[in-house]
């Protein structure tokens, strides 16, 4: 009789790990960004008000304070992006792989998830998709602080503005951190899942949409029960090409692995998916 897996959900602990680890350059970022800042702008503060807006050595000096700040802090980002990622896609690589031997467990199958060429591949895209977002936190806040502190100077605001301003953008910032650790937490575990049934010839998937308040999709929505090709995925409409959970920004959707045995009876869609894999 053919057997639905239960679906194997991202380790909590894993990506709370990896959200602490976010966080803390983030808040050493934020808090080294305003001392210096509010350091250097106080300096000047009397030449930044109003009847001096149009001077430009306050600009200039704010400016350099930037730039040696953005080089001193992208450096940190970039030594600690493939510590934080090597560490984030193995633990996640060894937390869904023991789940997942339980889910077969659990349906009345044995299997052993060994390390495969395979999923080494997989792992170390992972780890690069990784870094790469890691590096652009400090890329993004560096870029709207600077225009934050700019306008500071051309319009003659004061360092109680600015100050203001840093907060919101920090704020902005620790949820992107949050976002990137929940988003990869989703998308790495789905990955191998999928490499591990490839491996061991599940072909077929059913679509479990998970809702969240504000990353469900409507699309995902009428995807739910689906069955679909881990090759291929489901099509979506709103993005115009077939897509597999988790792959989209912040999809929290997943998948359960149909595992037929031999002799079963499918139903003629699931039947279809096969054919047309076989082709």
């Not at 301003?165 to 990137?180: F, M, N, P, Q, S």
């Not at 912040?250 to 054919?275: N, S, W």
Request: hydrophobic residues 40%; glycine residues 6%.
């Amino acid at each position: 009789m053919a057997k639905l897996l239960r679906a194997v959900h991202p380790n909590a602990g894993v990506r709370a790990a990896y959200q602490r680890r976010l966080r803390k350059l983030v808040d050493e970022m934020q808090r080294s960004t305003v001392w210096w800042l509010r350091a250097a702008y106080r300096k000047d503060e009397a030449r930044i008000i109003p009847d001096f807006a149009q001077d430009a050595s306050p600009a200039r000096m704010l400016q350099k304070v930037l730039n040696r700040l953005f080089r001193y802090w992208m450096r940190r980002w970039s030594d600690e992006a493939a510590k934080i990622a090597g560490d984030f896609i193995h633990k996640t690589q060894q937390r869904t792989t023991s789940s997942y031997e339980q889910a077969f467990r659990a349906a009345g199958f044995t299997v052993k998830m060994d390390p495969s060429r395979v999923r080494n591949d997989v792992v170390q895209a992972l780890i690069a998709e990784n870094v790469n977002l890691i590096k652009s936190i400090p890329q993004h806040y560096f870029t709207e602080v600077n225009g934050l502190v700019q306008r500071s100077v051309s319009t003659g605001r004061d360092l109680g503005f600015l100050t203001d301003e840093l907060e919101k953008r920090y704020g902005v910032t620790r949820r992107r951190a949050d976002l990137i650790a929940r988003d990869q937490a989703n998308k790495a575990t789905e990955a191998i899942k999928r490499v591990e049934d490839e491996r061991l010839g599940v072909k077929v998937g059913i679509w479990v949409h998970v809702p969240g308040k504000y990353t469900s999709r409507a699309t995902h929505r009428a995807m739910h029960g689906k069955p679909f090709l881990l090759s291929e995925g489901l099509y979506d409409s709103a993005v115009g090409r077939k897509v597999v959970p988790g792959e989209l920004v912040a999809c929290q959707c997943e998948y359960r692995a149909f595992v037929p045995e031999f002799g079963d009876t499918v139903t003629p869609e699931i039947q279809k998916l096969l054919e047309r894999d076989n082709v």
